[in-house]
């Protein structure tokens, strides 16, 4: 299965988006998903991630910042950005924490910029 990534676009310094990820009401065969980045240059990162549970992780660089959330039929994660920073500028996946489980969708790319 191959996740699809939305709601990335082009925000100012201090704006927010929306992120969401699932596969056209796919049920997420797994307990946790997570949210990652790349920025240009370099290597993919975890950002946050969730459990069926809804117990959350977030990396540092986001804490405070960004909320990862879920729908109730555990078939969409979110990943809501606020405050953002030029240095958030990544293309933004989704998948479990590692090892991968799914196969890597395109992502979708956030850019901050004035």
């Known amino acids: 299965v191959q996740l699809q990534a939305l709601g990335g676009g082009l925000v100012q310094p201090g704006g927010s988006l929306r992120l969401n990820c699932g596969a056209s009401?796919?049920?997420?065969?797994?307990?946790?998903m997570a949210w990652y980045r790349q920025a240009p240059g370099k290597e993919r990162e975890l950002v946050a991630s969730i459990t069926s549970a809804r117990d959350t992780t977030y990396a540092d660089s986001v804490r405070g910042r960004f909320t990862i959330s879920r729908n109730d039929g555990w078939t969409r994660v979110y990943l809501q950005m606020n405050n953002l920073r030029p240095e958030d500028t990544a293309v933004y996946y989704c998948?479990?924490?590692?090892?991968?489980?799914?196969?890597w969708g395109q992502g979708t790319l956030v850019t901050v910029s004035s």
């Open positions: 998948n479990s924490p590692p090892p991968p489980h799914y196969t």
């Open positions: 009401g796919y049920i997420f065969s797994i307990n946790v």
